[in-house]
């Protein structure tokens, strides 16, 4: 039986959900999350001949003149390698590339692929001009903002729809990012987590509730493609991250944070705990045996029956 | 028929002598000034070692004067990074899903109409 508070579409090459309080409010705010969604495809999509991002890419080292949502997403990831000191790094497009992503995800084909390392020229080659609009990379730079870009829409989603359903709580669900806004139900809002998004529900996993912020997961178990290869870059040698984490989930003030901490923790393997520690930052770490770590305030998970 | 020439005099001679003799001091002064005025050019215009000579020492060059002067931005570092707001936890952490409970009896005639269940949970994982 279909819950009238939730609806759910294929969105950005993976799922979108938003959920309301209300159900009375669940038309006005799906629209506005696919409103959202829409313009961010066009302006962040490495995939679309029309987007920004690719008149950037194929602009050889000419600026372009960026609409304010490519400039934002642009300066979100741009913050997120200031603040992992480049370990989530949005320059890693060639690297994705040569390892075999190229194109949409779901026209990937399975099959052997040889992994080159590429070096990752580094996020201080991107030149943005906030105040003119203009963003720049250098001839044969390629960015990709896939990392950051998810998390900025669905807080950015979440923003929107609880601008046009006042005092009615929102979640927006993008690919397994998680964004809430407004007034939670009471309890709060009921997060999963999980290795996999569409993990059936006999999956690993664990239920938390958040009334605030966001919630990311990354995961090496995902997007995955030839032998070993995955989504996740590790700058320094411009090969999918060996990492000790399978899957990293984190609890944050926005969906933004939570996704750079989650996406630099499976990079930072080992290094992780500390770093989030340090951040105060609620996460949850499993480790490809399936033992899973936390930090923080992360809540403990209930004795299996 | 032509008459041969009358061989020159001795006086005529010394004259046309003189008049080679001057010539050539005049082109030799000439030549001698151009040369030395073209040296002046050349040596404003193409500054050269100094004339110390001797051995070749190798003198330590003078400490600039510190000064203060304005370098613009390098263009590359982009504006964002020095001013980039620090991760933040969320105000509330998340807490410990509460525990799921059976779905109560229906009542025949309930006062108070019950609060609806929360929503299912939503997925957080890799995508």
Not at chain 1, 14 to 28: F, H, I, Q
Not at chain 2, 33 to 57: D, E, I, M, N
Request: aromatic share 4%.
């Amino acid at each position: 039986v279909s819950d009238p508070r939730v609806a759910t579409w294929p969105a950005l090459g993976t799922t979108a959900s938003v959920v309301v309080s209300d159900p009375g409010a669940l038309p006005a705010a799906r629209q506005a999350v696919e409103a959202e969604l829409a313009a961010l495809d066009l302006a962040c999509s490495r995939f679309r001949d029309d987007s920004e991002l690719s008149r950037l890419n194929a602009g050889a080292g000419r600026g372009i003149c960026a609409s304010p949502l490519l400039l934002e997403a642009v300066a979100v990831a741009l913050r997120a390698a200031a603040l992992t000191d480049g370990i989530v790094d949005p320059t890693i497009g060639e690297a994705l590339v040569l390892a075999g992503y190229d194109r949409d995800f779901a026209e990937i084909e399975a099959g052997p692929i040889r992994l080159a390392g590429w070096r990752v020229p580094g996020w201080r080659q991107v030149f943005v001009d906030l105040a003119r609009g203009e963003v720049r990379v250098p001839h044969g730079v390629r960015l990709d903002l896939g990392a950051t870009a998810k998390a900025l829409g669905a807080d950015r989603a979440a923003a929107a729809a609880a601008g046009v359903a006042p005092r009615v709580g929102v979640l927006v669900n993008l690919g397994g990012d998680i964004a809430v806004a407004g007034p939670p139900p009471a309890g709060g809002w009921l997060v999963r987590v999980a290795d996999d998004h569409r993990a059936p529900p006999e999956a690993p996993s664990q239920t938390i509730a958040v009334a605030s912020g966001g919630v990311a997961t990354s995961s090496t178990t995902v997007r995955r493609w030839g032998a070993g290869a995955h989504h996740i870059i590790d700058p320094r040698t411009g090969l999918p991250a060996e990492s000790r984490w399978r899957t990293v989930s984190v609890a944050a003030a926005t969906c933004v944070d939570a996704n750079i901490a989650s996406t630099a923790a499976i990079v930072l393997g080992g290094d992780a705990l500390d770093w989030l520690a340090e951040r105060h930052l609620p996460a949850r770490l499993v480790d490809h045996g399936g033992d899973a770590w936390t930090v923080g305030h992360w809540p403990r998970e209930r004795a299996a029956a | 028929m032509t008459e041969p020439r009358p061989a020159a005099s001795p006086s005529r001679r010394d004259r046309a002598i003189r008049r080679v003799r001057n010539l050539t001091w005049a082109v030799g002064a000439a030549t001698a000034g151009l040369a030395t005025s073209l040296s002046v050019v050349a040596a404003h215009a193409f500054k050269g070692h100094s004339r110390q000579t001797g051995p070749a020492t190798i003198v330590a060059p003078k400490a600039p004067t510190p000064r203060r002067v304005t370098v613009p931005p390098p263009e590359r570092v982009p504006a964002i990074a020095p001013g980039a707001a620090p991760l933040s936890p969320a105000p509330t952490p998340p807490s410990a899903a509460p525990t799921p409970t059976p779905a109560p009896p229906p009542a025949a005639a309930s006062p108070t109409p019950t609060p609806a269940p929360a929503p299912v949970p939503q997925t957080s994982g890799g995508s």
